[in-house]
């Protein structure tokens, strides 16, 4: 800068802290790096659709490697009374990397460690480098102290980063990665996890015993599917579980969301986390209430019928016969059959069963019948 007054030449000054040279050099990087991957996924197309037939194939070769890889594969979430199933971040892995063509990446927005709502924001970036399509997703995660401590420390503050980081990362691959590709993988890796009747038995107790070691108790883990014992557990309430156990591990989820007290929920519907739980608690009678009712109902069918039967009689004259009618002693017995749907080695299954055959048995502590093969509580069908 020239300066009039004294004739001289005067050196601007540099603002402080500024480095365009530098700054000019890393624009430059970025932009030869994401043009030098735009034109490579240009001239080696991933995303036709001839190419996504064989996309899909290595997503189904490397999703079904094993139960364990199927098993990460989706995850179950308690939400609004309902439980609901979706791909994990496995499998979110496993499609960007057979997807190709794609680059996608995560940073900290935000952290808020005090005051009533310590939260973390994360944001993931998608970007489809052969159709030039990009996504921007930003998740909100809270951050949770644990129960021994007074307040949060970085331990707490970076479980909440990793669960929510990987919560964005899937969704924002799963945004731009055709859905029509992603279900059937999903459901593939769903039916191997879960199995079939024949291998119920030994898959229900393995995933049984993985959910003990988490730290979810027996009692819990029935309430959740809503069943009175093991055995009562099917198909369909296997694959909650390892749905559960997926969002457990992969911290979507906390111990206490996914298996909820049974005790605080009798007080605190708000804790509710599974569907069909709550209104079990509060609206299903203890098995001796059970009982009670079913003898009650008996009695009242009973009754009901002999009141048919003595006004029948009333009604007929002196010579009519009265062979064939019924009478008060032959009326009210009971009529059971087995409910149990998941035993298919129980030969009472379907059968009208009644309380004098072997097949039925008391159980006096309760009072009332089960089935003396698969022990399941009979259900009335009627009284004759």
Known sequence: ?????????VEARKPEHQNPI????LESMERASIDMQISTAKNYPMHSPKMLSKVKEDMMTLALLDEETAEACFYTLPRGGKAIQGSSVRLAEIALNCYGNIRIGTRIVDVVSGGDNPHVVIQAVC????????????KRRRITKKKFKDAIDEDDIQ?????????AYRDAAFKLIPMAIIKPVCEAAKKLAVGDIKSLTAKRAIVIDHLKKMGATEDRILAVVDCRKVEDIGVDQLGVLIGLGTALKDGETSLEDAFPNIENLKDDNSNLGTNGLKGRLNKNPAPSDKAKQVKEKVAKEKEKLNKAAAKKESKQSDAQSTEGEPSADKIGNPVYTCPDAFNINCESKGKELHIDTPQVEHDEKHDEYICAQCGSVLNLLRTE
Not at 1 to 9: A, L, S
Not at 22 to 25: E, H, K, L, M
Not at 127 to 138: C, G, R, V
């Open 127 to 138: 970007h489809d480098l052969e159709n030039n399509a990009m996504i921007t997703i930003e």
């Open 159 to 167: 479980l909440a980063v990793n669960a929510c980081t990987s919560i």
């Open 1 to 9: 800068m020239y300066d009039n007054e004294n004739q001289t030449v």
């Open 22 to 25: 530098q700054v000019t050099a």
